[in-house]
């Protein structure tokens, strides 16, 4: 016995916020089910087939065993034995053989239906408008590809084969038991409210209680998580008793969840216990009365009571499965609700024909009602041109150039891109025409080359080094163990920071977009890092329109134009000498930046 | 404290016994009700045989009410060994998991580190919660096992009292089935081990790509990515389903094999009936108990697979628990009062070579480096997280590797850039490790740092709750906070590593005049290549490479020296 579906859900954050992405309910489960298996309906058909062949041969060998047993006990000659040895034999031999073929087919169907039903969830998945999965938290995302998923696939490849196999075995045995005696059929049926109120009353208990063990266990995991991963901060803060506690509380409020799991698993067993020895003694019970009233053979009572001991195990395993299905279900539900997102207008316009220019009239931005974050700006950039934004934390850059990549819509204003009102383009799309490297950075897991290839998938090996070679990175990426076949990201080669980036900018040379919106991309790497991104993403933005949020005043100084933001409002705008000139809150930066600096 | 190793013993069997130790009577009292339950199944059907004989034949109804009496008293032992046998062998098994996760987190955060060496943290946390886990079960488990080969046992003799070779061919055959089986499923075994893995790549794929999302949408690779998907995920589908059928064959296999076996006993029983060497009854035991032993049979094979994952994981387990501290453990005391006084002499880590310095106390000390590995190194000396190779670190005349590192880290922190924050809330996060600290020292190095703007940007201000390793908040702003952390404690002395690489312009210039003002009179040292915050330095040591180049004051070696000038500005 395992405990129920314990660490593959700890990593799910347990969010309580709005937002979060929809969850299909019944009918549109069933909609969607039933469409994936419209479409494989003789697959499934004969994997029907196959299990019901198979499991009806197994019901075979029991009577053909009293057969012998009868045939020994009239004292038959010895070779009238081998008829139904041989008979055995060949029905084990049958039953092997479609068992396999059946258990393969019930794979293809059930893993194809999965299969088919992840692909529809990534492309939708991967296609949501930005605002949308930041609104419901990434996590929720990943949490539905990785866990949801993953669920699922365990039902379908223990639980199904496995429920396919009982619920036949059920069938089947009764519709035996109704051959033999319908009567015995009857009385064995009258134990079916207890296992009905025993799945209800475990249900009742088990949705709640399973509820709090995800909480707890991810709740563990979180705990490890911050404990280990910053386990050299605990160390230089001598946090060391604080965490070992706070783990300890974590670790003990999971186990005693799951202990009171065990005692309500050992509860619905116990249970089933007492439907088997009823449903027995009853079946016992009616073999005697109806064999006293001559109304039955005692050969039949015997086969009535076996028959029913039979179904033991696989009423046992087949209601133990309801729970499986249940968490596979509300997994699904998970699936299905963001497949069944209507979908996003593709966006057909290609923007490599358009003037490359940027223009925001007049716009203005609230995340909440009446707290503005851009207040009233108009800002031009002609093609070609480099601008840079500077201010502090919170001035509102980053939400711009947002805005100009479209990601957001602006509260009140118009943003036009070439000729193109961008809420007319769609109101998140982010066209071919912009392209944008934003805070975060991400090397995608596999060889070098194909996350390169994600923006330019016919690119040629030259012309993927030569991207590497603009950014500066062609040394340490032909120094790799194998070029740019090396596997990088989660599991393979570890880029630094600066490496990451410059990938990120290598990529925008690739896309060759013909606006480029760079945001705080030299932020965490360091200063010498930060001067080797400097020179890359100057490179990386030669002919482009750049809208660059600086970080590093180097790099806004080698901008063509500097747009000084502070507290939602641009309050300056010129060139570094110009702004230097002026005397003002630039040039107060520039200063405590670089004072003796000779220029 | 960490677990010494004693040389020479086995981490994996050291592990797995303590385990199985500290949870005996546990596992003892589950053996005992397991052996019961399965006594208790294995009489169900032979009570059936009786109740057919003694009553339905007869038709006594007296002996029928005996006999359904002594069924229900079969049921309640059976229904009452599973409970408890069930529940102290998991008991143990949940008991175990958690002592042994808490002996790894005490060895991870262990003062004098180590364990954590050559291992990312998601894998530690992998032993802490899977592995414990694994070797935890091995307590579920062995009751299962012995309640298993009791139940063999029995079946044998009986068989064995009935007919010596019917006994022989039951005991020999069934478990030449299961070997015949697995050795038929190991070639399987080990196919659909490496095809899983391919179906566990697509999973890991999926979530790649969306945890890029913003990198994807930013160049248009949207169509690509899911394009490659597909194509990952139908390799993942012919993966599995190739897994799948070689499992199904296998299934096929073993009921194929099964049913020769029953077939065989039922030919040699049939005959041995037949010429009254046994009685009818006999046979049909011996076809019962053929099927019976297949239960505990297979419970072996379950058994066996359990304790060699519990080996392996005991393995990892022990691996980290023996792991070699990183530093020496130290007794010295440190006087109450530190002076603030640090002094290195000859300091030698891979790439340092021979550095000598020393910070007057009160001092405010920059350290620009050229190699960054170089100032990883020193940190990594000054915060014993590493034994230099040769020289030493002293702190007011007394050689830090003498003194306890966690007694030395109340008197001298040293704040690294990437700090992590913990899953609590922003001030508790700043007053960790000093809960007593007075509102107004929180809130002036909330100020100094730049923390209070974090705070005012966040639901709750400084008492909402962060995400697990601050990762609600943005690079900068985690930056700020754990800056805000290491000013508050108002150490003796403080080092901090690129403590604004992720703050903006404005706010480097604010926070480097909070830390100023701050730290007046103690001693400070600032690793870093931030010119706005080495303007705040009253002299700067200049490492070029492994060693120590120049020694000033930050305008001076700006005017001086050019290869300063290119380190710091560029």
């Known amino acids: ?599 | 404290m960490p677990q010494q190793p004693k040389p020479g013993s086995r981490p994996a069997r050291g592990v797995l016994a303590s385990s199985i130790r500290g949870q005996s009577a546990l596992v003892t009292t589950s053996t005992v009700f397991y052996i019961l339950h399965q006594g208790a199944e294995a009489s169900v059907p032979l009570l059936i045989g009786v109740i057919i004989d003694e009553a339905v034949t007869t038709g006594s109804v007296s002996a029928l009410a005996r006999w359904l009496l002594i069924l229900a008293a079969v049921f309640l032992g059976l229904a009452l060994s599973f409970r408890y046998g069930a529940r102290a062998g998991e008991r143990a098994s949940y008991q175990a998991a958690h002592r042994l996760r808490m002996r790894l987190t005490s060895r991870v955060v262990d003062q004098h580190g180590g364990a954590e060496a050559g291992r990312l943290s998601g894998a530690l946390v992998n032993i802490a919660t899977n592995d414990a886990k694994r070797v935890g079960a091995v307590n579920l488990a062995l009751p299962l096992g012995v309640a298993g080969l009791a139940g063999i046992l029995v079946a044998g003799t009986v068989l064995l009292r009935i007919s010596t070779p019917l006994g022989l061919l039951v005991l020999l055959g069934t478990p030449l089935l299961l070997v015949l089986a697995h050795l038929l499923g190991k070639p399987l075994e080990r196919r659909s081990g490496a095809e899983q893995e391919r179906a566990a790549h697509a999973s890991g794929v999926a979530a790649d790509l969306v945890s890029g999302l913003r990198v994807l949408k930013g160049i248009g690779a949207v169509s690509t990515a899911v394009a490659r998907y597909r194509a990952t995920s139908r390799n993942s589908l012919a993966a599995t389903v190739r897994a799948a059928r070689a499992e199904a064959w296998h299934d096929g296999a073993i009921l194929i094999l099964t049913g020769v076996l029953i077939a065989l006993i039922a030919l040699v029983g049939g005959q041995l009936a037949i010429n009254a060497e046994i009685t009818i009854g006999n046979l049909v035991t011996a076809v019962g108990l053929a099927q019976f032993l297949l239960g505990p049979l297979q419970i072996f094979a379950v058994v066996n697979g359990q304790l060699a994952q519990g080996r392996a994981s005991a393995k990892r387990i022990g691996e980290v628990l023996a792991a070699t501290p990183a530093v020496h453990a130290g007794e010295e005391p440190l006087p109450s009062t530190i002076r603030g006084e640090l002094r290195l002499r000859g300091l030698r880590l891979d790439p340092l070579h021979d550095v000598d310095l020393s910070v007057p106390a009160g001092h405010t000390l920059g350290i620009v480096a050229t190699d960054a590995r170089a100032a990883t190194a020193l940190l990594d000396c000054l915060g014993r997280a590493a034994e230099p190779t040769a020289g030493s670190v002293s702190l007011d005349g007394i050689d830090v590797s003498t003194v306890a590192p966690s007694r030395l880290r109340e008197a001298l922190v040293v704040a690294a850039h990437d700090a992590d924050l913990f899953e609590e809330s922003l001030l508790d996060n700043v007053t960790a490790a000093t809960p007593e600290l007075s509102e107004d020292a929180v809130a002036a190095a909330l100020r100094a740092s730049g923390g209070d703007e974090v705070a005012e940007t966040l639901p709750a201000g400084a008492h909402t709750v962060l995400a697990e390793r601050g990762r609600s908040l943005s690079g900068g702003q985690r930056q700020r906070v754990a800056l805000a952390r290491a000013l508050a404690g108002d150490p003796p002395v403080l080092v901090l590593h690129e403590p604004t690489t992720a703050v903006d312009a404005v706010t480097e210039a604010r926070i480097a005049e909070g830390i100023r003002e701050l730290r007046t009179g103690r001693t400070t040292v600032l690793v870093t290549t931030s010119p706005t915050l080495l303007k705040i330095t009253d002299t700067v040591v200049f490492v070029a490479g492994a060693a120590v180049q120049a020694e000033d004051t930050h305008s001076r070696l700006l005017r001086a020296d050019d290869q300063y000038r290119s380190a710091v500005l560029g």
């Open chain 1, 1 to 599: 016995m395992t405990e129920p579906h314990g660490d593959a859900a700890a990593r799910q954050q347990p969010t309580g916020q709005a937002g979060l992405l929809p969850t299909a309910d019944g009918p549109a489960i069933r909609g969607a089910l039933g469409a994936l298996l419209r479409s494989a309906r003789w697959l499934a058909a004969g994997a029907f087939l196959l299990m019901l062949v198979a499991t009806g041969l197994g019901l075979l060998i029991p009577p053909l065993l009293g057969y012998l047993v009868d045939l020994v006990a009239e004292q038959r000659a010895a070779d009238t034995i081998v008829l139904p040895v041989l008979l055995i034999l060949g029905i084990a031999i049958g039953q092997g053989i479609t068992t396999a073929v059946g258990l393969t087919r019930l794979a293809r169907l059930g893993e194809g239906m999965l299969a088919e039903l992840r692909e529809r969830f990534v492309r939708r998945a991967l296609h949501l408008p930005l605002e949308r999965v930041e609104q419901a938290g990434s996590g929720d995302l990943t949490a539905r590809v990785t866990n949801d998923v993953s669920m699922i696939a365990d039902a379908v490849r223990n639980a199904l084969p496995e429920l396919a196999r009982s619920g036949l075995t059920i069938v089947l045995t009764l519709i035996g038991m109704i051959v033999l005696d319908w009567r015995f059929a009857a009385v064995a049926l009258v134990v079916a409210p207890i296992h009905v109120l025993t799945v209800r009353w475990y249900q009742r208990h088990a949705v709640p209680l399973y509820a709090a063990q995800r909480v707890a266990t991810g709740a563990q995991q979180h705990q490890l998580l911050d404990t280990v991963g910053g386990a050299h901060t605990v160390r230089t803060f001598r946090l060391g008793t604080a965490h070992v506690d706070k783990v300890r509380t974590r670790s003990t409020r999971a186990m005693e969840l799951m202990l009171r799991g065990v005692r309500l698993v050992t509860g619905f067993y116990n249970r089933l216990n007492f439907a088997e020895l009823l449903g027995l003694s009853t079946v016992l019970i009616t073999g005697f009365v109806l064999v006293q009233n001559g109304s039955a053979t005692i050969g039949t009572a015997t086969a009535a009571a076996l028959y029913f001991h039979n179904l033991f195990n696989p009423i046992n395993a087949a209601l133990r499965l309801v729970d499986d299905a249940q968490v596979a279900l509300a997994s699904l539900a998970r699936l299905v609700g963001v497949t069944e997102l209507p979908p996003q207008p593709e966006n057909t316009r290609t923007g490599q024909q358009l003037d490359p220019t940027i223009k925001v009239a007049n716009v203005r931005h609230e995340y909440v009602p009446g707290q503005p974050v851009l207040r009233d700006i108009d800002l031009e950039v002609a093609a070609g041109q480099r601008v840079a934004l500077v201010g502090a934390s919170g001035a509102g850059k980053t939400t711009l150039a947002k805005l100009i990549a479209g990601i957001h819509a602006p509260s009140r204003g118009s943003i036009t891109l070439g000729e193109v009102d961008l809420t007319e383009r769609g109101p998140h799309a982010i066209s071919d025409l912009v392209g944008l490297i934003s805070q975060e950075v991400h090397v995608f897991a596999g060889p070098l080359a194909d996350d390169l290839r994600l923006a330019k998938p016919k690119a040629a090996d030259e012309e993927l080094l030569a991207a590497v070679d603009q950014v500066g990175a062609r040394d340490w990426v032909q120094a790799l163990p194998d070029g740019l076949a090396t596997v990088v990201g989660e599991g393979g080669h570890r880029l630094t920071v600066t490496q990451a980036q410059q990938l990120a900018l290598a990529r925008l040379i690739l896309a060759d977009p013909r606006i480029a919106i760079l945001d705080e991309a030299t932020a965490d790497a360091g200063s010498a890092g930060a001067r080797v991104l400097e020179s890359a993403a100057a490179n990386a933005l030669a002919g482009r329109t750049a809208l660059v949020v600086a970080h590093r005043l180097t790099q806004a100084a080698a901008c063509d134009r500097i747009v000084v933001l502070d507290a939602g409002a641009i309050v300056e705008t010129g060139t570094h000498d110009e702004l230097v000139a002026a005397d003002g809150r630039y040039a107060r930066l520039w200063r405590a930046w670089s004072a003796p600096r000779p220029t």
